[in-house]
């Protein structure tokens, strides 16, 4: 026999052989090598054989083939891995429940929505994670309903996570058998709180003023049946699977049970072997005419191979597969039955979970495909037909690159070459084409599939069809931008009427012989001045885009163009000097105050720093904090510390503003404004008498 084994079989040979010189009769699994080299799986069965002086002779066993029971079994563990891996990295939130509402699976996307990990989670009902009440009512009527039922319901609810994070959820709700009996539920979660933002949003800008740029998506993706982790220990169970032996006296009616057979059957092992009448109060009630039935056929001659139900004397159900075959005697009649019986309890339990894991994946609206290492697909579900247009018959053994648009032909390799890298691809989004040339959006994730020997075999792909959102959102960005570009236009134009209506009645005044107050000129003139620098940021907002940040530096030059032309100096030769760093943005809240700054000084320093003067320079820096150390000197640096993000200088060399005048009680309007303004920013402000009159003002953003 040796001839026909491998070195481990070899030598599990050689240790029974010297047990049997011992008298220990063995029943172990043993692996045989076919002539064409494929294995041979077998049930042995030995009996050692000693002469009447007690010397070993040798032994006599029997061979059952069992090569189809051990490669179900790597079967279902190659089949259980693949479906764990899908589990594992669905996108959805996936959780499991027992009959007592508690959890007893999370994967792990659920700990987002949880803020807890999925092993705090375990074993908890919904009140005992601090769940709002009422969404644990609405839940449990979902809950008992499948429960009782034994059928799905889906629900859709608003949920706040404990760390006050807000989602909208579609729930699929699906019922789990075993043994016809509804024993668990398995809730997946879809997060669709981007599809009722989008919403929301898209219905609040058009305020029923327009048509929807899209109709609502009214039927909301509907949770697909994912798949989930089986239980643990599962491959242990099957390889551990206990096979017991018997034999049947037919005209006795006397049976023999081995020691696993009483092991199977809880049954004390000091107790005869059960007759024939006795063994079918083992028999499961709704399988006992099918036992009979099978058996009656073994007496006339026929052997059966039969799976059927049995009752333990302390009430639990199992499953056992019975195989048997007829001994004949001399004259051509049944004598005796003889066979085998495993418990295919937890088999049979697997089998139902896969199956329902299967029925999970091929009723998914998302596609969920699996294509090999070379980029063939291999499997294509019902979803996949769905969102690319293909059936499974016109896809399968073709290359996936059939999916992917002309200019994106080499992104599926990239994408499966990361993944061969052990890199993660998690909702990624990208465009793909279908059967009718349509490109559509999709947000894929992509798996490794690994064999139960841990070695990379295939590649999930799990692809969710996203164009109806991404229009909506292009949608909603169109319509914002246009909103705020009218915004910024309308505000522009009623700055300037206001800045007219101050230029009209400064003429009114001018023109009565009866006041001639230069000061309520002048505050004309201030307050012009201001509106129009604020007019002048949104009328750069308008033609920029629409957007909220406004380009900084050019909306300086004009600022203070507008300037040197409001105050002509006559002879005057003023120049002006301004070094702005290019890259400058800043939104409204920054932009209106640091314009009026700038606006107040120059001006100020326009109206009285030249008096008497024939020329001059006025100069303005902007910059970032990084460029301190390159553009000012010892002094300025320290002024302007570690913790300065920009730095605005506005200077001149004309008269200095007199002593007298401090900026924190300054009795001019003006500088009060500036003051005021800095701290509204959160500067710093300081005021240098040096050369001329210099204010260096740092601002935090």
């Given at each position: 026999?040796?001839?026909?084994?491998?070195?481990?079989?070899?030598?599990?040979?050689?240790?029974?052989?010297?047990?049997?010189?011992?008298?220990?009769?063995?029943?172990?699994?043993?692996?045989?090598?076919?002539?064409?080299?494929?294995?041979?799986?077998?049930?042995?069965?030995?009996?050692?054989?000693?002469?009447?002086?007690?010397?070993?002779?040798?032994?006599?066993?029997?061979?059952?083939?069992?090569?189809?029971?051990?490669?179900?079994?790597?079967?279902?563990?190659?089949?259980?891995?693949?479906?764990?891996?899908?589990?594992?990295?669905?996108?959805?939130?996936?959780?499991?429940?027992?009959?007592?509402?508690?959890?007893?699976?999370?994967?792990?996307?659920?700990?987002?929505?949880?803020?807890?990990?999925?092993?705090?989670?375990?074993?908890?009902?919904?009140?005992?994670?601090?769940?709002?009440?009422?969404?644990?009512?609405?839940?449990?009527?979902?809950?008992?309903?499948?429960?009782?039922?034994?059928?799905?319901?889906?629900?859709?609810?608003?949920?706040?996570?404990?760390?006050?994070?807000?989602?909208?959820?579609?729930?699929?709700?699906?019922?789990?058998?075993?043994?016809?009996?509804?024993?668990?539920?398995?809730?997946?979660?879809?997060?669709?709180?981007?599809?009722?933002?989008?919403?929301?949003?898209?219905?609040?800008?058009?305020?029923?003023?327009?048509?929807?740029?899209?109709?609502?998506?009214?039927?909301?993706?509907?949770?697909?049946?994912?798949?989930?982790?089986?239980?643990?220990?599962?491959?242990?169970?099957?390889?551990?699977?206990?096979?017991?032996?018997?034999?049947?006296?037919?005209?006795?009616?006397?049976?023999?049970?081995?020691?696993?057979?009483?092991?199977?059957?809880?049954?004390?092992?000091?107790?005869?072997?059960?007759?024939?009448?006795?063994?079918?109060?083992?028999?499961?009630?709704?399988?006992?005419?099918?036992?009979?039935?099978?058996?009656?056929?073994?007496?006339?001659?026929?052997?059966?191979?039969?799976?059927?139900?049995?009752?333990?004397?302390?009430?639990?159900?199992?499953?056992?597969?019975?195989?048997?075959?007829?001994?004949?005697?001399?004259?051509?009649?049944?004598?005796?039955?003889?066979?085998?019986?495993?418990?295919?309890?937890?088999?049979?339990?697997?089998?139902?979970?896969?199956?329902?894991?299967?029925?999970?994946?091929?009723?998914?609206?998302?596609?969920?495909?699996?294509?090999?290492?070379?980029?063939?697909?291999?499997?294509?579900?019902?979803?996949?037909?769905?969102?690319?247009?293909?059936?499974?018959?016109?896809?399968?053994?073709?290359?996936?690159?059939?999916?992917?648009?002309?200019?994106?032909?080499?992104?599926?390799?990239?994408?499966?070459?990361?993944?061969k890298q052990e890199e993660r691809i998690h909702q990624y989004e990208t465009l793909r084409l279908k059967k009718d040339g349509k490109i559509i959006y999709v947000s894929i994730t992509l798996s490794p599939v690994f064999d139960i020997h841990g070695k990379l075999t295939a590649i999930s792909v799990i692809a969710r069809d996203i164009t109806k959102r991404k229009k909506a959102e292009d949608a909603l960005a169109n319509i914002e931008i246009a909103r705020k570009k009218e915004i910024h236009h309308r505000i522009k134009n009623n700055l300037q009427v206001i800045s007219s209506l101050l230029d009209l009645q400064a003429e009114k005044f001018d023109n009565r012989e009866c006041i001639k107050d230069s000061e309520v000129m002048e505050a004309f003139r201030e307050s012009q001045d201001r509106v129009m620098s604020i007019a002048l940021i949104h009328e750069e907002l308008h033609e920029g885009g629409g957007d909220n940040k406004l380009h900084f530096s050019p909306y300086l030059e004009k600022l203070v163009e507008n300037l040197f032309q409001t105050y002509s100096l006559g002879n005057a030769d003023i120049n002006l000097n301004m070094d702005l760093e290019e890259n400058i943005f800043f939104d409204m809240d920054i932009a209106v105050p640091l314009g009026i700054i700038v606006n107040e000084l120059v001006s100020n320093s326009l109206k009285h720093a030249f008096t008497g003067r024939?020329?001059?320079?006025?100069?303005?820096?902007?910059?970032?904090?990084?460029?301190?150390?390159?553009?000012?000197?010892?002094?300025?640096?320290?002024?302007?510390?570690?913790?300065?993000?920009?730095?605005?200088?506005?200077?001149?060399?004309?008269?200095?503003?007199?002593?007298?005048?401090?900026?924190?009680?300054?009795?001019?309007?003006?500088?009060?404004?500036?003051?005021?303004?800095?701290?509204?920013?959160?500067?710093?402000?300081?005021?240098?008498?040096?050369?001329?009159?210099?204010?260096?003002?740092?601002?935090?953003?």
């Amino acid at each position: 026999m040796q001839e026909f084994t491998d070195e481990e079989s070899k030598a599990i040979f050689k240790l029974n052989m010297r047990k049997r010189r011992k008298g220990i009769n063995e029943f172990y699994e043993f692996k045989l090598i076919r002539k064409d080299g494929s294995p041979l799986w077998t049930l042995v069965s030995a009996k050692s054989l000693f002469d009447e002086n007690g010397k070993f002779t040798g032994s006599i066993g029997m061979l059952t083939d069992i090569t189809k029971r051990k490669q179900a079994e790597e079967a279902l563990q190659e089949s259980e891995k693949r479906f764990r891996t899908l589990a594992e990295n669905s996108p959805d939130v996936i959780a499991r429940f027992d009959r007592q509402n508690r959890h007893i699976y999370a994967n792990p996307a659920a700990e987002i929505p949880y803020s807890r990990p999925p092993e705090e989670i375990m074993g908890k009902t919904y009140s005992e994670l601090g769940i709002d009440p009422e969404k644990v009512k609405s839940w449990e009527k979902h809950y008992i309903k499948v429960l009782t039922t034994g059928k799905s319901e889906t629900m859709e609810f608003h949920y706040k996570s404990p760390k006050g994070k807000e989602y909208y959820f579609n729930t699929r709700i699906v019922p789990e058998f075993v043994d016809g009996e509804v024993t668990s539920v398995l809730a997946i979660s879809r997060d669709i709180t981007d599809i009722k933002k989008a919403e929301g949003k898209l219905k609040e800008t058009l305020d029923n003023s327009e048509k929807l740029v899209e109709e609502r998506t009214a039927e909301l993706e509907k949770a697909y049946n994912s798949l989930k982790e089986s239980e643990k220990g599962l491959a242990e169970a099957q390889k551990m699977a206990h096979i017991g032996n018997w034999e049947w006296d037919v005209a006795t009616d006397k049976a023999y049970w081995s020691e696993e057979m009483y092991r199977i059957f809880g049954r004390d092992p000091q107790e005869l072997a059960p007759p024939y009448n006795e063994y079918l109060n083992y028999v499961h009630s709704d399988d006992r005419d099918y036992f009979e039935n099978a058996a009656k056929k073994a007496v006339n001659g026929k052997p059966y191979s039969i799976d059927h139900g049995i009752i333990l004397a302390n009430g639990e159900e199992r499953t056992v597969h019975i195989q048997s075959e007829v001994i004949f005697g001399e004259k051509n009649n049944p004598i005796r039955i003889k066979g085998i019986v495993q418990d295919i309890t937890e088999r049979k339990k697997s089998e139902e979970k896969i199956q329902s894991l299967a029925n999970l994946v091929e009723s998914s609206n998302d596609a969920i495909v699996t294509i090999s290492l070379d980029g063939i697909i291999n499997s294509w579900n019902k979803g996949a037909e769905y969102v690319y247009g293909y059936s499974a018959k016109e896809i399968l053994g073709k290359s996936v690159s059939i999916l992917a648009p002309s200019h994106l032909d080499k992104e599926t390799t990239k994408l499966s070459e990361m993944i061969k890298q052990e890199e993660r691809i998690h909702q990624y989004e990208t465009l793909r084409l279908k059967k009718d040339g349509k490109i559509i959006y999709v947000s894929i994730t992509l798996s490794p599939v690994f064999d139960i020997h841990g070695k990379l075999t295939a590649i999930s792909v799990i692809a969710r069809d996203i164009t109806k959102r991404k229009k909506a959102e292009d949608a909603l960005a169109n319509i914002e931008i246009a909103r705020k570009k009218e915004i910024h236009h309308r505000i522009k134009n009623n700055l300037q009427v206001i800045s007219s209506l101050l230029d009209l009645q400064a003429e009114k005044f001018d023109n009565r012989e009866c006041i001639k107050d230069s000061e309520v000129m002048e505050a004309f003139r201030e307050s012009q001045d201001r509106v129009m620098s604020i007019a002048l940021i949104h009328e750069e907002l308008h033609e920029g885009g629409g957007d909220n940040k406004l380009h900084f530096s050019p909306y300086l030059e004009k600022l203070v163009e507008n300037l040197f032309q409001t105050y002509s100096l006559g002879n005057a030769d003023i120049n002006l000097n301004m070094d702005l760093e290019e890259n400058i943005f800043f939104d409204m809240d920054i932009a209106v105050p640091l314009g009026i700054i700038v606006n107040e000084l120059v001006s100020n320093s326009l109206k009285h720093a030249f008096t008497g003067r024939n020329k001059g320079e006025i100069q303005i820096k902007l910059f970032k904090k990084e460029k301190a150390g390159n553009e000012l000197s010892n002094d300025e640096e320290e002024l302007t510390g570690k913790d300065t993000r920009y730095i605005l200088i506005v200077s001149d060399d004309g008269v200095c503003i007199p002593e007298k005048i401090d900026l924190e009680n300054s009795g001019t309007l003006g500088l009060q404004l500036v003051r005021i303004l800095v701290d509204q920013l959160d500067g710093e402000i300081e005021l240098k008498r040096d050369r001329g009159t210099e204010f260096y003002i740092r601002i935090n953003i």
